[in-house]
């Protein structure tokens, strides 16, 4: 498979809890970058990080990135119910603009009310 | 356009019967993709224009699908004699840079179409 593997599968959390999710890619990347979408929604981008990056911060959201394994994790804090979604995220190997992304299978999360 | 809009919104076919799917980018965007996502899986790359030319299509399942970006703005997707397996969600992206940009613009997805074939 082309993909790459996100894990947990699925992840049920309370309001004002942490929800990480983490990601696994198989190639060399020139970045990677984490899509959020609702149920029967297109994808919305959330944060980019390029392969010579370790962390990177937006809002509430912290990813990180380890080359040396082919992983990164995306951190939500203090989670909010409307971010009750799935997660994806998607590598990106080539540097020209054509390159495809390479996504994930998903994480879905549910966050309580 | 506010974003990238994608025609219709579902479809059904009966099995063997052909489709076509629609693709409106944001206006000015050189790149567009289309991709596939099944149920419960993540998307997965079909194949990609720059303007009008398909650079890209090895993504492509089978012969029986066909995109064409013919004026380098609207895109159809097109799939012949449709399968059961052919049933997922077609969803259509698009960027700003062309070849030869550093790739890290972003890909603004639209809603996509639920394809259902019976």
């Known amino acids: 498979s082309q993909q790459g593997e996100e894990d947990p599968q699925a992840l049920s959390i309370q309001e004002g809890e942490n929800a990480t999710m983490n990601c696994s890619y198989k190639?060399?990347?020139?970045?990677l970058q984490w899509y959020r979408q609702n149920s029967g929604r297109g994808l919305v981008h959330l944060i980019l990080i390029r392969s010579n990056e370790r962390e990177k911060h937006s809002g509430r959201l912290r990813v990180t990135l380890d080359t040396s394994k082919k992983s990164s994790s995306l951190l939500i804090t203090a989670s909010r119910a409307a971010d009750t979604a799935s997660y994806f995220c998607a590598s990106r190997w080539g540097v020209t603009s054509g390159s495809r992304l390479t996504f994930g299978e998903g994480t879905q999360l549910t966050v309580n009310p | 356009g506010a974003g990238v809009s994608q025609s219709p919104r579902y479809k059904v076919a009966k099995r063997g019967q052909d489709v076509a799917l629609r693709c409106d980018p944001i206006?000015?965007?050189?790149?567009l993709f289309w991709y596939q996502q099944a149920l419960g899986q993540g998307p997965e790359f079909l194949t990609y224009f720059q303007n009008e030319a398909q650079l890209d299509k090895s993504g492509l399942p089978s012969d029986r699908f066909f995109a064409e970006r013919p004026e380098g703005s609207v895109s159809t997707l097109k799939i012949q004699r449709t399968q059961q397996e052919d049933s997922a969600v077609y969803l259509c992206a698009s960027s700003f840079s062309g070849q030869g940009v550093v790739g890290t613009d972003e890909q603004f997805f639209g809603p996509g179409t639920r394809l259902t074939v019976l």
């Open positions: 206006s000015g965007h050189v790149s």
């Open positions: 190639t060399s990347i020139n970045n």
